[in-house]
């Protein structure tokens, strides 16, 4: 009887353990939900601030929604973030909302491929702002820059893609003692050229005393953003010369189509101005900086070993948290034309326009509970959602109608003026930028110099910038090939029976938007041709 | 309440009737099937519908659905395309809308999906389509992507000189749906630029394409810059003014207002020049 019971309990417990197994490989809810409906919102916003606000707004979400449950998945940016995303949505079991952002290399195709277009819903008031003064305005007008961003990213031209949670803006912060220490004054830099009297005071000073201290902090990251700036100011120019749709802006593919036209390149004289001002500003931070991540920089400011650190906004909550000495926000000069080494390749300042929101929030297509996940975004981006995370993690709301936390209200002063286009000439292409991260140690060192890198350059971008507009083409026709089955599909709902008025808007945009992207894919097709065998 | 079953004739007509129903239906679809298979595709979830039906379907409603499902499935094969395009040959075959549809659909094959696109093929087949039924929705879209093929890909000639929109432009005149004029105005401005073609020739079909109205997205604030760009470069700073003050009105905070308003204060000085004595 004994051994029966025994027996029959091992099995019990082989069965449970079965059981178990099959659940936790198969399945990512709880075995027991709390509630009907669970909505997953994935992020790489693991800094010091938005876990919190994003909590916060759910917590109040929730409190609303009785039905619904929403889980925030917080996956590390740098590292991780791009492969667990294709990896789950090529699966099928990627979460219901995800931040996706242009700049991540190699997952340009994915919203063309996973996301769904929100361009109709965001033509409608957004519900949750009844009764505040967003009221009655359509969706996409509440964000405070109209989701510049979005639009600008979307991989169809007649539709976006994504709202957005916060605005971010570059900034140079300040370890303000030290910087009285070495250069006896706490005057933050009025123009480019006194910023880098106060860099070289810098590099003079650690000289002097053997304390080993940099002007600014150093990482792949910051070196990324503070090049971007410093390049694009003499890039204005060759923008403006390269401008033929009258955009006022130029788009990658149009910079790369005018490289293989031989419009311009690495020598380009303004091209050699922005390679010049990269490699002052590399000079400011530790040697070896381009094998250090972002954190490392934040630990270099923390220790007091770099007077400056360029970062976005988003650091900003982490860096007044943790800091043990006072760090002021400050802007980077823009370069000018008055500007004494390469003044004379600048047409005038870059505009940063009135800020631009970030922390794109898409929306899965695949997901199982669009109506919810749909409806919590509208929440989080709704007055009082986004007050909910701009209290709860001290960054700006992306959202007209919220009170902005007085200390972080000078991340809204922006400089105005010309604009340059999607990105500087390092990053407007994956294979490119491949090749530039390949051969950036010859700007750098006692021995680096801006010739011998556009040389460089030169050589290998003609069959790397070519491939980029190549991919560029291809993820392009990868959008337009899968709405010719929506686009008949929704022409079907709509003719009904019962006839579908909202089905009908929708074909009708499609098709819009897909012999916009479908001209786009001609143009580029039309470059490549043009330029074949060229050198 | 009567019921049927009650009436002894009725419940001889009837049970049989019941039970010979589904055979009898066959060739007509079950409209909630059928719309739930169109919705899956909408919502881009095409296996949805090939996991429950399969080539032999029999309605052709339910075979257009089945062969539009096909064409967007991945993985994307030969086998796939070839299979979908037999279906949509034979629907093309007949002399109604749903004809049109697959006709479409059958050109856009050749255009797009193909590994080896046959843009020759493609342009014939949307002509065609264009001839026989040239008031369909999907005829009339046929020759928007007919003349891109013609300012692109299949011109009628490229010879240095020739005017490259001028046969977009003819297609243009069998258009008669507003949106889709404006979606071909707006593709022959910028094949205008692209083509390196005068502005004088391109200029107006972006004004026409704006005018028609309805453009969303970033298409919309880009053509708005355009008009006020390229305007002033084909000196027109009317036109110029009229389009940046119209930028300034809709997108007063964003980045490209600074540079539209040094754009604006150049027209106006043209203006002016133009009007002192």
């Not at chain 1, 961003?149 to 991989?155: A, H, K, L, N, T």
């Not at chain 1, 050699?272 to 900086?289: D, H, N, R, S």
């Not at chain 1, 009708?508 to 786009?520: D, F, I, N, R, V």
């Not at chain 2, 094969?77 to 049109?100: I, P």
Request: some cysteine; proline content about 6%; glycine content about 8%.
């Amino acid at each position: 009887m004994r051994r029966r019971t025994r027996r029959f309990g091992f099995w019990l417990l082989l069965l449970a353990y079965g059981v178990a197994s099959y659940w936790v490989f198969t399945r990512s809810t709880p075995v027991i939900n709390e509630r009907p409906v669970t909505i997953r919102f994935a992020h790489w916003q693991i800094e010091r601030g938005p876990p919190d606000g994003v909590a916060a707004a759910i917590k109040r979400y929730e409190e609303l929604n009785p039905r619904v449950k929403v889980e925030q998945l917080l996956v590390p940016g740098a590292t991780i973030y791009p492969q667990w995303m294709r990896s789950n949505l090529a699966g099928g079991m990627g979460p219901d909302l995800m931040e996706w952002g242009m700049w991540m290399s190699g997952t340009k195709d994915i919203p063309a491929r996973y996301f769904e277009p929100l361009t109709a819903e965001l033509a409608q008031p957004n519900p949750y702002n009844r009764g505040t003064s967003q009221e009655k305005i359509p969706w996409e007008k509440t964000f405070h820059d109209q989701l510049l961003g979005p639009r600008r990213d979307s991989p169809d031209p007649g539709q976006i893609y994504a709202v957005t949670i916060s605005e971010t803006s570059v900034r140079l912060f300040c370890n303000i003692e030290l910087l009285k220490t070495i250069t006896g004054s706490v005057a933050a830099p009025k123009t480019y050229d006194d910023f880098r009297q106060i860099l070289a005071k810098v590099q003079d000073y650690a000289r002097r005393t053997g304390r080993l201290i940099y002007g600014l902090a150093g990482s792949r990251d910051n070196g990324l953003w503070v090049a971007e700036n410093v390049f694009s100011g003499p890039l204005l120019g060759v923008t403006r010369e390269l401008d033929d749709p009258g955009y006022l802006y130029l788009y990658d593919r149009n910079a790369l189509a005018a490289y293989l036209e031989g419009r311009w390149n690495y020598h380009t004289p303004a091209v050699e101005a922005g390679m010049t001002l990269i490699q002052e500003m590399a000079k400011a931070m530790k040697p070896g900086f381009l094998q250090l991540l972002r954190n490392d920089a934040m630990l270099e400011f923390f220790r007091g070993e770099a007077v400056f650190i360029y970062t976005g906004t988003y650091d900003a909550t982490t860096l007044r948290r943790m800091s043990t000495f006072k760090v002021v926000p400050m802007r980077l000069p823009s370069v000018t034309p008055d500007d004494p080494v390469v003044g004379r390749y600048v047409i005038g300042i870059g505009g940063e326009g009135s800020g631009e929101t970030g922390v794109a929030i898409y929306l899965n297509r695949n997901s199982a509970h669009k109506a919810e996940a749909l409806d919590f975004l509208r929440f989080l981006t709704s007055v009082p959602g986004n007050q909910l995370f701009t209290d709860n993690s001290g960054w700006l709301p992306s959202v007209n109608g919220v009170r902005v936390p007085d200390e972080i209200k000078n991340f809204r002063e922006y400089q105005l003026g010309y604009t340059l286009g999607q990105a500087p000439f390092d990053i407007i292409g994956s294979e490119m930028n491949l090749v530039w991260n390949q051969n950036f140690y010859r700007l750098m060192g006692e021995h680096g110099s801006v010739g011998q890198f556009a040389d460089a350059l030169d050589q290998a971008m003609p069959v790397a910038i070519r491939k980029d507009l190549q991919n560029e083409m291809r993820n392009t026709l990868l959008l337009v090939r899968p709405q010719d089955s929506i686009i008949v599909a929704t022409a079907e709902l709509a003719a009904g029976p019962p006839a579908d008025e909202a089905q009908s808007v929708r074909q009708h945009g499609m098709e819009a938007g897909q012999t916009m992207s479908e001209g786009l894919a001609f143009q580029m097709q039309l470059e490549l041709e043009k330029t074949a065998g060229k050198k | 309440m009567l019921s049927v079953f009650a009436a002894p004739r009725l419940r001889w007509f009837t049970l049989p009737g019941l039970i010979l129903l589904p055979a009898l239906a066959v060739g007509a679809p079950a409209p909630a099937e059928l719309t739930q298979a169109w919705t899956s595709i909408a919502n881009s979830r095409p296996q949805d519908v090939l996991r429950k039906w399969d080539a032999d379907r029999t309605s052709r409603p339910e075979q257009l659905a089945w062969a539009t499902a096909q064409l967007s499935v991945q993985p994307t094969t030969d086998a796939n395309l070839q299979a979908a395009g037999k279906v949509l040959t034979g629907l093309a075959g007949g002399d109604d809308e749903l004809a049109a549809e697959a006709a479409y659909l059958q050109a856009r094959l050749y255009q797009l999906y193909y590994a080896q696109p046959d843009y020759a093929k493609a342009a014939e087949l949307y002509r065609a389509l264009a001839a026989r039924r040239p008031e369909s929705h999907w005829a009339q879209l046929g020759l928007v992507k007919l003349a891109m093929l013609k300012l692109y890909v299949v011109p009628d000639s490229a010879a240095p000189g020739t005017d490259r929109l001028a046969p977009a432009e003819a297609l243009l005149a069998g258009i008669h749906e507003p949106l889709l004029q404006r979606d071909l105005h707006l593709q022959i401005g910028q094949a205008g630029i692209a083509l390196k073609q005068p502005l004088a020739r391109l200029l107006p079909h972006l004004v026409a394409a704006d005018r028609i109205g309805g453009i969303s997205g970033t298409a919309h604030e880009d053509l708005v810059v355009q008009l006020s760009v390229l305007s002033l470069r084909a000196g027109l700073p009317a036109q110029a003014k009229f389009y940046c003050e119209r930028y300034l009105a809709e997108y007063p905070d964003n980045a490209r207002a600074f540079t539209i308003r040094l754009k604006l204060k150049e027209a106006e000085q043209q203006l002016a020049k133009e009007a002192a004595p």
